[in-house]
Each structure stands twice: as structure tokens, then as C-alpha cells.
């Protein structure tokens, strides 16, 4: 038996109330989740998102929607209003990208949450925690549950282009930094799992990025810098972070080179 659709409060939120109308006007015209996936050139996946309101579209998708929902601008109207309410949630967004993901690119001034242990974790954030909060305790465990990713049938690919600082730097004691480290150089056993290391002497952002390609196809990413970050899912915002990363990417060390710089990294922490 199917399972039934996912009830929708309009009144709770933007994306829910576009999830709505898309359903409401998918049925009127006796289309199903295939046939208008179909029309608008993405799988049925993306729009079984869009109208459960787990992952909103972007501008353009919402515009192709209108027109074949013959929905004479009340789609694209709301679109404003999903902008901004992704710049206020930006972080639960991209984590739902992220869970997904069939491919994910990141730059990093720190190891990456996916590739964390849990004292450098709870080290790293305790700074916006208070010493022994119970908060800090369940933010850890969340970003570790993350890391189930890497279980599935078919995990993502995971390229990541760390700045050295992230293996210099002491975030919690020598022990927590050298076990950190030996978690990358497991890591990078793994054949999905790539790092390079980005020295010193090149120049780097003030932030990380990540480059999510989901199931689909579709493309977004994510910047952010201290407590502060956006989601983007528009072609050309894309673009602009794939460069960015690119050129990062270009003055890091290979595979190899980068795991031997590790290891003189976690002799020095012991």
C-alpha cells in the first residue's frame, strides 16, 4: 500500500505553503509526482521534496513550475519570501542537502564535521557552548550521526581540500589532535574518500565552502564563515563557488603528498 502524503501546514511555513499549492495544482490538472517531473526536466525525487517541503526549489525551477502548473504567478510570487527564509535557516537546509548528497566538495579551514572524532567535536565547538553543557553534548552527537552517510549502500563521494592550519592548530589536547588525524589518514582508506592539504604559503579563504550534487542531478552550495553562512541553489552562485574552489583546489597538494603531510602533522602532537 502507498504511503499517504505527507500533511502540509501552509500557516507554518513558506516552504510548506508552496509544497501545497504544487500539490494542489500537480492534482487539479490529474498529473502525477512522474508526469510533472517529467515537464520540468528534474526527477521524481526533486519534487516529492519540493512538495513535502523538505527542500524547497530555487528561483529558476520555480518559475518552470509556474508555467506548467499554470499557476499565473502565485508560485513565483512566494519565491522572495522562500529566499529569505533560507538565509534565515541556511544551516538545516544544506544538512538536508548534505544527507543525500551523491557527491560533495568541500574547502575548510578546520576538519570537516563529516570527518570529525568527537573530542575534537566537542573541542572545536565548545567554543560557542558553555563548559559541560548539555547542549554541546547533543551537538556533538548530532554531528556524528551525520558521519552515517559514509554507511550507505551507496555512499557519497567526499573530496575535501583542507587548509594546513586544520593540522597545526590545537583544538582540544595533543591526544584529541593526534587522534584526529589518524581518523583522516582511515578517511582517506576509504575509496570514495579523497584529502588534500592546501600549506601554508597558499593563499586561502576566510571561510569553507561546500559543492553538494544531489541524487538528481542538481547542484548547490554552501559558504560560511564565523557563526554566519547562506545556501545556494541558483546556477550561477554555483558557478561562482565552483571557481572559487577550483582555484583552491589547484594550489593543494595530491593525494598522496597531503597524506605524508598528515602523518609529520600527528608526530608533532604527540
Do not use: C
Not at 513558506?14 to 509526482?33: H, N, P, Q, Y
Not at 504567478?73 to 538565509?87: H, M, N, R
Not at 583542507?162 to 589518514?185: K, N
Not at 552550495?221 to 558557478?239: C, H, L, M, S
Amino acid at each position: 500500500m502507498a504511503r499517504p502524503p505527507k500533511e502540509l501546514t501552509p500557516e507554518k511555513s513558506v516552504e510548506d505553503l508552496l509544497g501545497a499549492r504544487i500539490r494542489k495544482l500537480r492534482l487539479a490538472l490529474g498529473w502525477s509526482v512522474e508526469e510533472l517531473a517529467e515537464k520540468v526536466f528534474v526527477g521524481p525525487g526533486r519534487i516529492t521534496q519540493i512538495e513535502t517541503a523538505n527542500d524547497p526549489p530555487g528561483r529558476r525551477l520555480t518559475e518552470q513550475l509556474d508555467v506548467v502548473l499554470r499557476a499565473n504567478g502565485s508560485l513565483t510570487e512566494l519565491w522572495p519570501l522562500i529566499k529569505a527564509e533560507a538565509f534565515k535557516d541556511y544551516a538545516k537546509r544544506f544538512l538536508r542537502a548534505q544527507a543525500t548528497a551523491r557527491a560533495i566538495h568541500e574547502f575548510s579551514l578546520a576538519v570537516p564535521g563529516l570527518l570529525q572524532v568527537e573530542p575534537y567535536a566537542r573541542a572545536l565547538m565548545g567554543i560557542d557552548y558553555p563548559e559541560r553543557s548539555a547542549d554541546l553534548e547533543d551537538a556533538v552527537v548530532r554531528r556524528i550521526e551525520r558521519q552515517t552517510i559514509f554507511g550507505r549502500p551507496n555512499p557519497p563521494w567526499l573530496w575535501v581540500v583542507l587548509y594546513e592550519t586544520a593540522l597545526v592548530q590545537g583544538h582540544g589536547s595533543p591526544e584529541t589532535m593526534a587522534a584526529q588525524i589518524d581518523h583522516l589518514l582511515v578517511m582517506v582508506g576509504h575509496p570514495n574518500i579523497n584529502i588534500q592539504i592546501l600549506p601554508l604559503n597558499k593563499p586561502a579563504i576566510p571561510g569553507s565552502i561546500s559543492l553538494l550534487t544531489a541524487p538528481e542531478g542538481e547542484r548547490s552550495a554552501y559558504a560560511e564563515g564565523f557563526n554566519t553562512g547562506a545556501y545556494y541553489q541558483e546556477p550561477d552562485d554555483v558557478d561562482r563557488f565552483q571557481r572559487i574552489y577550483d582555484q583552491l583546489q589547484a594550489g593543494a597538494l595530491d593525494t598522496e603528498a597531503s597524506a605524508q603531510v598528515m602523518r609529520d602533522a600527528r608526530r608533532k602532537h604527540r
